[in-house]
């Protein structure tokens, strides 16, 4: 009953080419977040959808972007990838923002560039 | 801005020992603290939480609680086991100011149990 699906959980591309990752949820939660995390460190965030509206991190590159067609998916697109992304990609997802509302994960997609 | 704090890793115990995680937050208003599990090659799991001073989170035989007099939530176990290996994340997430209920996380405390 896996709740937040994230494919592939493996994805190898190319420096430079272009690259999607998915996302999909069977939680009905109106916020879908996505996280950056590379060896040894804390989950870093990239932006959020609270239901249709996109918060983008200050830091977040503008190579990365992101698009939520209905309220169950969320992708993640790298437009020219870099050695630099490498890294593992979480998506997360709550029932609103509230602070007490945990935020539940899936297991990740680890991005490798050739 | 909000920051947690984490002890410094990696922790490394035998079986059946008693495990103290340290975490530490600074926060403005009343932030919910969260303790996340991350086992090798998935994603995080939610361990356990407490939402107010005083509570105190506890799942799968390990616990926390709230303490906003320290501004701590220590993650404990009594005994561990070899399955309990895993980067453990202490985080908080509060609702109030410009933060719209981010999570902020911990350095992450890597923990590995031998038989």
């Known amino acids: 009953d896996a709740m937040v699906i994230q494919n592939p959980r493996y994805q190898v591309t190319q420096f430079g080419k272009p690259v999607t990752l998915s996302c999909s949820q069977t939680?009905?939660?109106?916020?879908m977040y996505w996280y950056q995390q590379k060896s040894s460190q804390a989950p870093k965030l990239l932006f959020h959808?609270?239901?249709?509206?996109?918060?983008n991190e200050a830091d977040t590159p503008d190579n990365f972007q992101s698009r939520r067609p209905n309220t169950s998916f969320c992708f993640l697109d790298i437009r020219s990838p870099g050695l630099g992304d490498a890294a593992m990609y979480l998506c997360?997802?709550?029932?609103?923002?509230?602070?007490?509302?945990?935020?539940?994960f899936g297991d990740g997609t680890r991005l490798s560039i050739l | 801005g909000d920051s947690v704090t984490q002890m410094e890793g990696p922790v490394t115990l035998s079986e059946e020992a008693f495990l103290t995680i340290n975490c530490t937050y600074t926060?403005?208003?009343?932030?919910?603290l969260f303790w996340y599990v991350q086992y090798p090659g998935e994603g995080l799991q939610l361990l356990l939480k407490?939402?107010?001073?005083?509570d105190k989170g506890s799942n799968k035989g390990f616990e926390a609680t709230y303490r906003k007099e320290t501004t701590s939530f220590h993650l404990e176990k009594g005994s561990v086991q070899v399955s309990d290996s895993a980067v453990y994340f202490c985080?908080?997430?509060?609702?109030?100011?410009?933060?719209?209920?981010?999570?902020?996380f911990g350095q992450g405390t890597i923990l590995t149990v031998h038989p």
């Open positions: 997360a997802t709550s029932r609103g923002r509230g602070g007490s509302q945990p935020q539940h």
């Open positions: 939680l009905n939660h109106n916020v």
């Open positions: 959808y609270y239901d249709k509206d996109f918060n």
């Open positions: 926060a403005t208003g009343y932030p919910s």
């Open positions: 407490a939402t107010k001073a005083d």
């Open positions: 985080a908080l997430r509060n609702a109030g100011g410009t933060s719209y209920g981010k999570l902020t």
